[in-house]
């Protein structure tokens, strides 16, 4: 059984997007007015350059961010549950940079696909 979740082209879009916000604020003049304002575009900017594509496997959960394919085996996850509009994956060790891994979800409809998130805790053995 091997599932993929969609690539996060989207969310990619948003980071730079949101990217674009502090560039335009620091392009003539560095302010601490303007430091302050584009540190919340830069982390939510951050955030969204991290959302990763997953794929089921036989004995471990592949991830890639970017191009590179990265291996969790299940026993090392400790939970997997839904994040806002992600999926949110906690590991026995940290995961840069926010501790865990966001991976995208397929639409169904007008809600989310939960059935990879119940794979995974199923084969986690978390359920």
């Keep these: 059984m091997k599932k993929d979740t969609p690539f996060p082209f989207l ?18 003049t560095v302010h601490i007015q303007n430091v302050v304002l584009c540190i919340p575009f830069l982390v939510a900017s951050i955030f969204f350059l991290s959302v990763v594509q997953v794929s089921l496997s036989g004995d471990h959960l592949r991830y890639r961010r970017f191009l590179k394919w990265r291996v ?56």
């Design 72 to 127: 969790i085996p299940y026993k090392e996850i400790r939970n997997c549950r839904m994040h806002w509009v992600f999926g949110y994956l906690k590991t026995t060790r940290f995961l840069a940079p926010w501790g865990g891994v966001y991976f995208t979800l397929k639409p169904s409809g007008f809600r989310w696909d939960l059935e990879l998130i119940s794979a995974i805790r199923r084969k986690a053995k978390l359920d």
């Design 11 to 28: 969310s990619w879009y948003m980071g730079l997007l949101l990217l674009g916000g502090p560039l335009i604020l620091l392009y003539h």
